[in-house]
Structures are given as C-alpha cells and as structure tokens.
C-alpha cells in the first residue's frame, strides 16, 4: 500500500506511531490515492509492514472508522468509505483552511482515548484506582444528597469563582493535617482534574519560545501543556532521588516531588531545597504536582515544596482522581496570592460555572464526616496488601529482564527494561497476545526508542490475578 507521502516522514513529524499511521492513512484517502472502496490491509499485516503493533493498527482503523474514513465490514474487512465530491476536485482546490499556531501544536498531541474495545485477562494498565473496595454506598448517599440540596435552593445556586467554599475549607483543613501545609480556603482553587490546573498554569507563565523545565521522564500532561503553548520543554534526568538539579536558564520547573512519575522517586530534602535555591535566584516559579502521594506504605511523607517555599514560588496542585476514582474530574490548586486572580479568570474562559457542583458538595460532606479518612485508611490496607503481592511477583520472577524500581507510595510499580527495544517490543507483544495488558512507559521519555520501561498498575487486579499475570509474564519470557 503506497501513502500519499513516505512514511519515513510521518513517523519524523509526529511523536507517537499511532498518530504517524493515523495521519498517513487520512491524507491518502483525502488526496484520493486510496479511494473509495480501496480494502485495507488486515491489521496484522499492516503492523508487519511498518513495525508497529497490531493494537496500534486497529486503534487508527476504528479512529478513522468512527470519523467515517473507513467502513468495516464483518467477515470481509475494512474499506474506505471517504468520498470525494466534485467540489474537491483536483482543478477546484479549496485553499486549505489554517489551524492557529496553537491549534497546530495540539493537533500533535496523543488523543486519549481508551476505547480500544478489547478486554484483558490481567490488564495493569494504571490510573483508574476504583478498586472493589470502594464505599459505593456511601459515596452514593452523599450525591445523593447533594442532589436534592442544590434542587432545593430557590433561585441559582451561589458560587464563588475558586469553587465550592466548604470543599476548600475540607482541603485545607486535610492539608494541614495530612501534609503539614498551613493554607487558606481562599488559597485554593478547585479545577477539573490536575490536567486543568497545569494546562491552565503553562498558559498563565509560558511565552512561545520559553524554556521550561521538566522531568525526563515525566506525565505526557505537563510536556502537551508545555508544548501546546509554544514553552521549549528542557528535560531534566531523574534518578532514585528525583530530579537532578541543575542552574537551569529558565524561569519554571514542573516537578512531581511527592512521587516521581512514572518512577515513583521521591525527591529527597537537599534536592527540594537546592530547587528552591535556584527558584530564588532565577526568580522563577515552580508547579509542584502531587498527584499520588496518599497512599503511602512506609515513614511520613517529606514536606512539600509548598511547605518550605517562603516567597510565593510555588504552585501546588493536587487531586482526587487517585483517592477516589479518576472521573469524578476534581483536583484543587494551592496558589500564591499573585496568581489567584489571573488564574480564576483563566479558568472561567473553560468553565463559567463551577466544576462539577453537585460533586464538590458530596465531596465536601464526605470530606467533614469522616468517611474520605475512613475510605483512605481502608485503601492503604488493601493498596499495600496488593502492592506487596506485585512486588514479590515480580522481583522473584521478572528481575532477569526488569530492573523494578522501589518506591514507598503510589499505585503501580515502574521497571526498566534491561534488553533491547526489539526484545522488549517481542515481549510485549506476546503478552497482549497471551492476555497481559501493562502501559509501555517509554512515551514518558523524551526519547521513548531509547528507554523501554513499563508502569504496572495494581488497584484493579486481586491478589491472586496479579501474582498470576505475573506468571504468564515469566512464561513468556522462558519459552522466548
Ligand atoms: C503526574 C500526574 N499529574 C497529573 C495527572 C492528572 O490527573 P487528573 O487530571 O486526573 O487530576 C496525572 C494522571 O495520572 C499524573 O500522573
């Protein structure tokens, strides 16, 4: 099958295959050099051609699928559907309508979507902490309740801009307890997710061209939000005690001190206050994300960069995606009072009401009558019981291959593949195949060909699944 354009050049432009396929494959059938009722190679063969998996493959036949490029007909295979008009002719060319620069940028980006149709036997994949413990009854009372409050309010319901007050008065209230950081209800604002407060946050500092620091590797997150806004993102290494701190030319860091991801190093104290040195001198800001440092199995957790910053450098930015369940999109912003207005009105461009209003009540109820603290200490339980039986497994029967990272918090374990990318693309493909799903980590690197490594989540297994997937994993790696 010919492209429109080599396929070396796609896979230069774009920073993820799948999207490198995507784009080849529409601009074909676009430009009409696959036309209508052209039949697409199977998936495998098209993921033997251009050596990438066969998920991949059948991830861009469905995107394109759902757009309505494709059509997949059952028993006989996929075939383009896309027709062109007579108003697309070659002779009549439109002159091509131009995305704005930072619409350019963020088409570069990885959609997330996880609608991949397949299911696992033991899929590891990370992020969605809903586990069979979960207080669904409780939860489900207190929505409930917050439900019939709001309907019962005569009138609109009174919100201010920096979310629901009793909420933020619960976050700072937990804050101080759980983290030792003496802050305000006016100092928090609540956002949709962690994601917002730092796209929100790169848009606020970056000019196009900016140097930003960030950790290599790091959440694909903080780097779109980087790159989105034309920042030049300058990855740091990373090793068992955090970031490597450097007399970096730039004026904003993005850290994740509490628990690096993916590696799960926490940054040690020197290095925190090296970091806030450097702050000082350069007159920059630092957006410290604590995304998954809860649940932490061993000693107390070191203070955060919030606690020691005493000149209003750090941003602080947390969320409930890993305490409670990642949908319910609320995460809260701690911000120095010079940010607090520009950052409200940010927000407000996205959001002209608050975040998910009925969700802020019930989180505020469960936050003030015990049951969030309940629910937490329960999880810890059941997080390190799993993460125990994880760990063993792996160590015991994946240590020739893996170099598996120590880490005292978190909800998934990160290891670094000792072979060659080749070994490690054959592995992993074998395991899909054998019905052992985990997330390749390599994308969290700047340069992901050169570092493969993998993040095994393990809310959603049960103890017995996860030491068996395990199982299947050395199986595999034995019969190679
Ligand atoms: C390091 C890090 N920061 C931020 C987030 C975003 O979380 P959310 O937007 O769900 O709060 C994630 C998600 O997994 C993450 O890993």
Known sequence: MQFQVAWHVYIEKHRYKYLALYHALRDSIVAGSLAHGTRLPASRE?????EISRGVVSQVYEMLTAEGYLAAEVGRGTFVSYQRDAAESD???????LLSDWG???TGHRLRDTVSGETYRYDYTIGQPLAEAFPFEEWNRALYASIREIAEIEGEPAYEPQGYRPLREAIARDLRKSRGMTVQPEDIVIVNGSSQAIALVAQLLINPGDTVVMEDPTYGGIREAISAVGGLAAGSPVDENGILVRDWDSRLLFVTPGRQF?????????RRQEILRWATKQNAVIVEDDYDSEFRRRGRPIEPLKVLDRHERVVYIGTFSKTMYADLRIGYVVLPSWLREPFCKARQLYEPRPTALVQQHALAKFMNNGQYERHLRRMKRLYARKHRALWTALTEKMSEVFHWVESD????IFGRWKGSREQFTAFRRACLAAGVRFPDASMYYTDPEATPAVCLGFPRLTEEELK???DVMHAIWKQR
């Not at 098209?46 to 251009?50: E, I, M, N, T, V």
């Not at 918090?409 to 998934?412: D, F, K, P, V």
Request: no cysteine; glycine share 10%; aromatic share 4%.
């Open 262 to 270: 993916p590696t799960g190093a926490v940054l040690s104290l020197e």
């Open 409 to 412: 918090a978190g909800l998934h």
């Open 91 to 97: 002779e009549q060319e439109r002159p091509p309508i």
């Open 46 to 50: 098209l993921a033997d051609l251009y």
């Open 468 to 470: 068996a997937g395990v």
């Open 104 to 106: 350019q940028r963020v």
